[in-house]
């Protein structure tokens, strides 16, 4: 019996799943991260157009509908939560031990409103994605409205994009009834908590060794926690070890060998693309490219850079960190016994503070 179900995991891992995403997704986003890098290559600021290119990922969150209002609504909603998300990160960035407590209260609000709020993935990701960025970065308060502004400008060519392809998708299409947000009254606080807490650890860990830019951490733990059940958790830190092994290869090789700053920003576009085509049919083989492409958008430019093996081995020690803590995270999120046990307690807390206040 064990033996069929180890054929099985096996044969799985070498299956392509059909995307439920429209082919124009990958395209979309790569037009969102190229144009500022291309902006930034002709004006000689890669390093400040690679910020304005990372902003450009808020295009991932374009919803699937016919009505542009609707459409733009959203993308003007998550846009201005990237732009918090990545301001809560630039200024809680001044103090090593206070960053890791208030990067796990943040993360833990942003988990809950997303779910509140019933946003398709990618969810909450991006949002947490951009505030560890954020949080990582050397404390310069002088250059904060300057990274902010960037940062927006990103958003907003990610906003137009998504513009001109809604009109003209909907071109010659009838338009659908306006719908809003969908209310889910009844998000699980504790999953919000445990959240929470795994990117506080995620975090400290960072600093406790003194890592570089230690962002690398809460980003794979919270890439493994978006896991659907213990099982997915287990199997998506083990597809993304894999994937991060491979990709890290390929990372080094474009360090090592590519020194044109065109033809990073022509791998970063590329790479871009190739991710998006893979992400929702096989997880492992899209972090073969996304790591490379993570790194080259983060480390480009950077002192780090200048030497790839340094680079690689740090980020390798980091990425299995985070994925470590997402399991160990994901067996506390989705253990019935814990959750179960919460849930009662928290209902006991909220049935006592209501008499409370009729008193």
């Known amino acids: 019996m064990k033996i069929n179900y180890i054929k099985e995991e096996i044969s799985s891992f070498f299956v392509l799943k059909p995307s439920p995403r429209s082919w124009h997704i990958p395209f979309l986003a790569g037009f969102a991260v190229g144009i500022p890098l291309l902006f930034g290559y002709f004006f000689a600021d890669v390093r400040s157009a690679l910020t304005a290119s990372l902003a450009g990922l808020v295009i991932l969150y374009i919803p699937n509908s016919k009505d542009i209002f609707e459409i733009m609504m959203k993308m003007f909603v998550c846009s201005f939560g990237m732009i918090i998300s990545y301001i809560f990160g630039l200024v809680f960035s001044f103090n090593m031990w206070i960053a890791p407590f208030a990067f796990g209260i943040f993360s833990a609000i942003a988990y809950y409103i997303v779910r509140y709020f019933n946003l398709k993935p990618p969810g909450s990701f991006f949002f947490i994605m951009m505030a560890s960025m954020a ?5 310069h308060p002088e250059a904060i409205p300057q990274k902010i502004g960037i940062f927006t400008i990103g958003t907003l060519n990610a906003c137009l994009i998504c513009l001109i392809y809604s009109l003209m998708k909907n071109k010659k299409e009838s338009k659908s009834s306006l719908t809003t947000f969908q209310i889910n009254p009844y998000v699980n606080l504790v999953e919000s908590f445990i959240i929470g807490i795994c990117m506080f650890a995620s975090v400290l860990v960072g600093q406790i060794f003194k890592l570089e830019y230690p962002y690398w951490i809460p980003i794979s733990s919270l890439a493994v926690l978006q896991g659907v059940n213990k099982y997915h958790i287990w199997k998506r830190g083990l597809h993304r070890i894999i994937g991060t092994i491979i990709g890290l290869g390929i990372a080094w090789f474009i360090f090592s060998y590519v020194n044109d700053i065109l033809w990073i920003c022509v791998c970063i576009i590329t790479l871009q693309i190739i991710v998006e085509m893979l992400i929702t049919r096989h997880y492992a083989l899209a972090v073969m490219f996304l790591t490379p492409m993570g790194i080259l958008l983060a480390e480009t430019g ?6 790839p093996d340094y680079l690689l081995k740090m980020r390798l020690l980091e990425i299995l960190i985070g ?7 994901g067996w506390f999120l989705y253990n019935e016994r814990i959750r179960f046990s919460s849930i009662k307690n928290l209902r006991k807390s909220k049935i006592v503070l209501s008499k409370s206040f009729l008193k």
């Open 323 to 329: 994925s470590a803590i997402g399991c160990i995270g």
């Open 135 to 139: 949080i990582g970065l050397p404390h």
């Open 302 to 307: 950077s002192s780090t850079s200048l030497n």
